[in-house]
């Protein structure tokens, strides 16, 4: 009797132990489901605003991805211990130039396994789905759908920073994507409602996105030959660019409606780099995919900057012009669009696809769109890292990263 009951207690015990071994994966954390929940966009006031997703609306009935299910592991974030420090620490350094230190508490929190490519593949799925609304074609399954006029991320006339809320069953976990578009800089009449896209040039670009003699500045900053005055430049941006405000809201907003979520941020192009800052701001797990270099416009911003920001992961790819930061000179196809996009360095990690060399395509500003992303780099594994035994390449920190080289930024008041 005795015998028998250890032995079945033995057989069970090693058919487990067994299936594990044939079956690895067995053993990995089930990947976390998660459910669109709501749309949030920015009204002509400059608030942000939430719609509700019902599971009866026409987006869930019709849509082939009501469901996303994502890998997570474990991940090292820094997040100040204070909010408060944090925002006294920027307006003293914006106003008085000093540095003041804050302490930044190391937690580990569970973030987008970004090492899988299925996770990765989705939350480019769910961020290509913010330029979207529920029901409308598009929605992926992209399909046919999409061609070279597909919207890349700086739509001059869109209605500013948009995008969706998805969220896990228990609300334990929220992944928050955001669409960005200049005119998110627009609030509503205001000192900037004419500046429309010249405001990316003013947060992306060395000086004031002075090209040439031909172009329009967008601050009074240039000082002759390459000269660029910083207090002129930062005074500017501050006034004027409503961009990390409507960001630093959003995440406001979404911790209120979520005190108790895990939040991760996701993004594409103008949306990854705001997503980023958000990221290093409030410590949240995030993958920015085709974002300009947002590392200049952190510091123009006087954001404090955490111990560490390897949270924040980028996805680009080589031939895209403005993750690139070569979306400048007076005849590119940026530039023609009244575009300078000069920054190139990324915070935190960069996986970094070497599409030119490795699949020899051209540079060119329609390989930036999502869809591009979803279609080519991300539907396979990528070969040159199948060769390492990964199928994404490797996130590495982009050291040695030189911004803005030919320009001497300083001290130049206005004669
Ligand atoms: C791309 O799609 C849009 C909207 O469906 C359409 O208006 C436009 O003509 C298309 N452009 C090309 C080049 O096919
Ligand atoms: C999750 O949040 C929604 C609000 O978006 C709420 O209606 C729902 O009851 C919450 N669910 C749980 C399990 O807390
Ligand atoms: C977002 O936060 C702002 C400021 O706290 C508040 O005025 C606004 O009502 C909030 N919006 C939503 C949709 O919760
Ligand atoms: C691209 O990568 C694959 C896999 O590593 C390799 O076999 C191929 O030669 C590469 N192509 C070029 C043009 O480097």
Redesign the pocket.
């Known amino acids: 009797m005795l015998l028998s009951t250890v032995t079945s207690w033995l057989a069970i015990f090693l058919a487990a132990s067994l299936r594990n071994e044939q079956h690895p994966s067995a053993a990995l954390p089930a990947p976390l489901q998660f459910e669109l929940r709501h749309l949030h966009a920015v009204s002509s006031d400059a608030q942000v605003v939430f719609k509700d997703v019902q599971r009866s609306d026409a987006l869930s009935a019709t849509s082939e991805l009501s469901s996303y299910a994502l890998r997570s592991r474990r991940i090292k974030t820094r997040r100040p211990s204070s909010p408060d420090a944090f925002d006294r620490a920027r307006v003293r350094s914006m106003r008085f130039r000093e540095t003041e230190a804050i302490d930044w508490d190391e937690i580990e929190v569970e973030g987008p396994d970004t090492e899988d490519r299925e996770t990765l593949l989705l939350l480019a799925k769910m961020t290509n789905n913010a330029y979207l609304s529920p029901g409308e074609q598009g929605w992926y399954e992209l399909g046919e759908q999409w061609n070279v006029s597909y919207p890349f991320g700086w739509e001059p006339d869109d209605d500013g920073f948009r995008g969706h809320v998805f969220a896990t069953p228990d609300n334990s976990t929220i992944v928050l994507s955001i669409k960005g578009t200049s005119a998110a800089f627009i609030g509503g009449g205001g000192p900037t409602a004419k500046k429309d896209k010249f405001n990316d040039n003013l947060l992306f670009s060395c000086c004031c996105a002075r090209v040439d003699w031909t172009w329009t500045t967008v601050c009074g900053c240039y000082r002759g030959g390459w000269k660029c005055d910083q207090d002129c430049l930062e005074e500017a941006l501050i006034e004027e660019s409503l961009f990390y405000t409507i960001g630093t809201n959003l995440y406001n907003n979404l911790t209120y409606l979520y005190p108790e979520a895990n939040i991760w941020m996701t993004g594409h192009s103008l949306g990854g780099a705001l997503a980023s800052l958000l990221g290093v701001t409030f410590g949240t797990p995030t993958l920015a995919i085709e974002s300009p270099g947002e590392k200049m416009a952190a510091a123009r911003l006087h954001l404090p900057s955490p111990p560490s920001d390897q949270h924040i992961t980028h996805l680009y790819h080589t031939a895209d012009p403005i993750a690139m930061g070569t979306c400048n000179g007076v005849l590119s196809s940026c530039a023609l669009g009244g575009y300078a996009m000069e920054s190139k360095c990324h915070l935190g990690k960069s996986i970094i696809y070497d599409t030119v060399?490795?699949l020899?395509w051209a540079v060119d500003i329609r390989t930036h769109t999502i869809v591009n992303v979803i279609e080519k780099l991300l539907a396979e594994p990528w070969?040159?890292s199948?060769?390492e035994g990964r199928e994404v390449p490797e996130a590495v920190a982009e050291e040695d990263c030189v911004e803005c080289f030919s320009w001497d930024f300083g001290d130049y008041p206005a004669k």
């Open positions: 060399s490795n020899s070969p040159p199948v060769d």
